[in-house]
């Protein structure tokens, strides 16, 4: 059953921009590796560190939602640990906290809404057919 998670990470900011874009595409080919899929992919671009990692000043920060196997985790930090151009990673499952919602309650959500939208329009369907079924005159022109 999949899961949704977060995940931040920093790449080398003196890297060019195709380089960049590798790095990102290379974590969200993992996280999509065994069924996942990618919920949001926030490019948060080039800031300043609160202090030096690998004796690097500046970070790409790139923020990604995704759902996947409860393996990717532990493939993703592996990735982190082992390639020189992330600085940092972090991967946390998701659970909506800070007021937040995962996109499986948002899909739920939006379901229910749509069972509910469907029900009261054949509700006000049948309250429409029944006012204009009152407001008919008999067949033989006399009120009843």
Same mark, same amino acid.
Request: charged letters at 35%; glycine letters at 6%.
């Given at each position: 059953?999949?899961?949704?998670?977060?995940?931040?990470?920093?790449?080398?900011?003196?890297?060019?921009?195709?380089?960049?874009?590798?790095?990102?595409?290379?974590? !969200?080919?993992?996280?999509?590796?065994?069924?996942?899929?990618?919920?949001?992919?926030?490019?948060?671009?080039?800031?300043?560190?609160?202090?030096?990692?690998?004796?690097?000043?500046?970070?790409?920060? !790139?923020? #990604?939602?995704?759902?996947?196997?409860?393996?990717?985790?532990?493939?993703?930090?592996?990735?982190?640990?082992?390639?020189?151009?992330?600085?940092?990673?972090?991967?946390? #499952?998701?659970?909506? /906290?800070?007021?937040?919602?995962?996109?499986?309650?948002?899909?739920?959500?939006?379901?229910?809404?749509?069972? /509910?939208?469907?029900?009261?329009?054949?509700?006000?369907?049948?309250?429409?057919?029944?006012?204009?079924? !009152?407001?008919?005159?008999?067949?033989?022109?006399?009120?009843?």
């Amino acid at each position: 059953m999949p899961k949704d998670y977060e995940t931040l990470f920093i790449i080398k900011a003196d890297l060019s921009d195709e380089d960049i874009k590798k790095e990102v595409d290379a974590i !969200t080919k993992i996280a999509e590796a065994d069924g996942g899929s990618i919920i949001s992919l926030d490019l948060w671009g080039k800031k300043r560190l609160a202090y030096s990692i690998k004796k690097q000043r500046y970070g790409f920060y !790139t923020l #990604l939602r995704f759902s996947a196997a409860p393996t990717t985790p532990e493939n993703l930090n592996r990735h982190y640990r082992f390639n020189e151009n992330i600085l940092k990673g972090m991967v946390i #499952l998701f659970d909506g /906290a800070a007021g937040r919602k995962s996109e499986s309650d948002l899909l739920a959500e939006s379901q229910a809404q749509r069972q /509910a939208d469907e029900k009261t329009g054949k509700a006000e369907a049948v309250a429409d057919e029944i006012k204009t079924d !009152t407001n008919k005159e008999p067949a033989d022109g006399k009120p009843e």
